[in-house]
Structure formats: C-alpha cells, structure tokens
C-alpha cells in the first residue's frame, strides 16, 4: 500500500498533468481526496485513459486482459500492484494449469477479488462463508486449492479454511499465507487492547476490507463500542474510559496522529506492539525504467518547471515497513524536483 501511494505521488510530481489512476490507488478516501487535488483522474476503465497518457494501476492488482489493454497505445504505465496479490495471482495461474478447482475466500465485487479471479476464470470458485464450501460442486477426483483475498481478517479466514480441510483432506494450500502481514499484525495489537477499551475508533474508509475486519475484530473480541471514522473531523463528543485507537493499512499518519491531537487523552498515550514489522518491498518494476528514462530526459532540458503547489509529499500510511536508506522512488523524486515532463519525452527515453 504504502509503495504505491508513493509511487502515485511520484508520478504527480513528474508527468505533465492529468495523470491517470485505474481504480482507486488504495481503498481511502482521504488519501484519494489528495491525489485529486493534485490532478489524478480515476478512472474505472482503461479505455477512459487517452492515448500517451501516463496511467497507473492500483495496488489491489488487476485482470490480466487489463493490464494488456493499459499498456497499448503509447502509455506510461506503472503497475503498483502489492507484491502479496501478485503472489496468490501466480498461485491461481499455477494451480489452475495443473488441473485444480481453486476454491477463493474473498468478498464479492472487490476488486482484489475480482482482479485475482479473473487470472483462470474457469477454474476457481469464489467462497464467502462455510456453507458455500459445502455447496461448491467439484468434479470426482479433481485436486482442490484453496487461496484468500489478502485483507481478510484472520477469523474471517481460519473458519474457511477449516471447513475446507475437513471437506478435502488432501487439499493445497501455499505454504506462505496469503493474509497481508500488516493486516493481520494490526488485528493482533487490536485483540490486545480492544478488551481493555470502553471504546475503539478505526481509522479508514468504508470501502476499506482491512478496515471493516477491523472493525469486527474490536467488536469480537468484547470491546462494547466500536466506531469506524474517515478523519478526526468525525470524532464524537461522548467519548469517555479508555479509547483504543488503530488504523487500516492504508490510512495515514497523518490522520492517527490528527485522531490523537482530538482526543487529547488526560491520561496519555500507551503503544501496544505485538511483532516488529521489517519486510520491505521494493518499488514497481517499471520505475526503475522510468528513473533511467526520467534522468535522461530532464538531462537533455526536456520538460516543464514544475506548477507552484503540486510537488506536495507524499502521504505515508500508518505503521509503513521499515526501509533501505536509499529508495529508487526518492531518488526519482529528488530527479524531477524542479521540471515535470510529457509521457511522450519519458516514452522517446525508454525507446531509445
């Protein structure tokens, strides 16, 4: 999450406006509220995006007919999909070329779901629940996958997962789980405290599956009053006891910290922390083309100065991983601080 919404910033920084997004970059809506601002069109086609014009695609990944068709006539286009959904994409692809119903626990209609299901469309099921384990029809003798939507909440998850083991002892799993490591690690430190809370906030949009199994873990684990808020802004005036506060993945430091200013607890602050999260995923592969492409082109004095206003940084989600010192997308960053250029000066680059 936190690398494509950083990506996306890049781009705002370097290409000549409007710079296209397909789909939202990530389920927030403050977050996508800034990039508007900034210029970024979201559109829910590819074909609504001209062409030449630079295009990324959001981190929730993206059919493969799709990611085909954006990068047809002439566009920029960086795919910042999460390395978590490329990996369950090429567990589908496998699997379905060996011959296996992939049973996909995952919610209707989200485009993760919609995204991963569309890889081997005629060989996975989608599940939502135990019973629809029950009434998956699989033919005699054919092996069974099962795989997950990465945002899914653990419990969501386990109690799939068992029912499909109990109806298919022999069934294939990854060996590595799908969840997403910062969501379930923001579900642990919320079991922790939500217990010990009169109240808890959630931080993120409606839109947001991490957030909303958030939301049923504080409930689920005995905290009697749970409350989901986009902004501090939403904060009601009756809160009172001990509030625990957390965040979806892709919510924000800006907005925990603006939540805290808020509640201005009288008794402070205590930070609960379950694990130490140091995984680092590198930037999207096409960057480090475009850092080349990009070097060149502001070398030979290609392009514009940039706009006053639309260099602003980019906003970093709550609990973002630890990284290297140095970052290629910093790096591009620091390369177009002062010019932003045309796909077409960045495509003439590539090319050559």
Known sequence: M????????????VFEPPVYCYHEIVHNRHVVEQFRAQGVIFV???DEVPAGAPLMLSAHGSAPEVVANARRHDRVVVDAVCPLVTKVHHELKVRARK?????????????????????????VHLVQSESEVDGTEVPAGTP????????????????IMARAKQRFPDLWMPNRSDLCF?????????????GRADVVVVIGSVNSSNTR????????????????????????????GTVGVTAGASAPDELVHAVLARLAPRHGTEEISVTEED??????PEMRDLLVALGAALALGLGAPLSEGRAAPA?????????????PIDDLGTLSRDRHVSAADVLARLAG
């Not at 873990?217 to 009756?238: H, I």
Request: glycine letters at 6%; hydrophobic letters at 40%.
């Open 279 to 284: 995984e680092y995923f590198p930037p999207p």
């Open 144 to 159: 069974v996958a099962l795989l997950a939507q990465t945002t899914l909440s653990h419990d969501e998850w386990s109690g």
């Open 2 to 13: 936190e690398k494509a919404i950083k990506a996306l910033a890049w781009m705002v920084r």
């Open 315 to 327: 906003p970093t989600p709550a609990g973002a991983e630890n990284e290297p010192a140095s970052d």
């Open 213 to 240: 199994a958030l939301e049923k873990v504080a409930g689920a684990s005995g905290c009697p009053r749970v409350l989901r808020v986009n902004s501090a802004d939403e904060l009601p005036d009756d809160l009172s």
């Open 182 to 194: 910062a969501t379930t690690n923001r579900q642990a430190a919320l079991k922790a405290i939500a």
């Open 44 to 46: 829910d086609d590819v």
């Open 99 to 123: 011959g296996y119903t992939v049973l996909y626990v995952g919610h209707e209609g989200h485009e993760e779901a919609v995204g991963t299901m569309a890889v081997a469309p005629d060989a």
